[in-house]
Each structure stands twice: as structure tokens, then as C-alpha cells.
């Protein structure tokens, strides 16, 4: 079974928004941190934001208080709020675990066209 399913991800314009949800196969509440990480057409995956349980947040530099991490720890639910996305932000992004990973899903395609 995907331990993950990415979802919420689409083609939108420069300065649109989105929000991604992450399905957990299993009990996020056990993670302790969790995060999104997006990787673009010929590029390494990076990490874009982590939560952890207690709420703490931590962003990449380049979301530049663009984008919103959280978690629904009873839903089994990461989230990623998205606003003012440029075409930099075109990636795959994909959800897991931040110092433990689980196997990589699918993820969901995000595509900022103008």
C-alpha cells in the first residue's frame, strides 16, 4: 500500500493559489515531523516546508511566506496552502516524513503557466 497519496495540484496562473492534502497510509500523529518537498522538471527533490507535531513550522527560503504547512493529526492529514505561485513553483510535490522516510508517493503535479 502508498504510505502517502498527493493530492490537489494543478494548472494554474502566476500569482493563483492551491492547496495540497497528503493522505497518510498510517498514523501521522506517530511522525513526529512531516513535510513537503517538490521536485522540478531536471532537478533534485528539496524539501519545501516541515511541521512537527507540537505545530513548529519551518520553511525553505524561496517560499518567502507564500505557503502555509499543517496538519489534521486526527484526519491522518498534511496540508499545504499555496498563494502567489510563479512559474518557479512548477514541480511535482510530494509529502513524507522529514528525518525518518517512508517509501515515496506518486505526488501531485503543480504547474504555474502563464
Known amino acids: 500500500q502508498v504510505p502517502f497519496v498527493e493530492s490537489g495540484g494543478g494548472l494554474v496562473q502566476p500569482g493563483e493559489s492551491l492547496r495540497l492534502s497528503c493522505a497518510a497510509s498510517?498514523?501521522?500523529?506517530?511522525?513526529?515531523?512531516m513535510g513537503w518537498y517538490r521536485q522540478a522538471p531536471g532537478k533534485g527533490r528539496e524539501l519545501v516546508a516541515a511541521?512537527?507535531?507540537?505545530?513548529?513550522?519551518d520553511y525553505s527560503a524561496f517560499v518567502n511566506g507564500r505557503f502555509t504547512i499543517s496538519r489534521d493529526d486526527a484526519e491522518n492529514t498534511l496540508y499545504l496552502q499555496m498563494h502567489s505561485l510563479t512559474p518557479e513553483d512548477t514541480a511535482i510535490y510530494y509529502c513524507?516524513?522529514?528525518?525518518?522516510?517512508?517509501?515515496w508517493g506518486q505526488g501531485t503535479q503543480v504547474t504555474v503557466s502563464s
Open positions: 513524507n516524513g522529514v528525518t525518518l522516510k517512508r517509501s
Open positions: 498510517e498514523t501521522i500523529s506517530t511522525i513526529y515531523s
Open positions: 511541521i512537527a507535531i507540537t505545530g513548529h513550522t
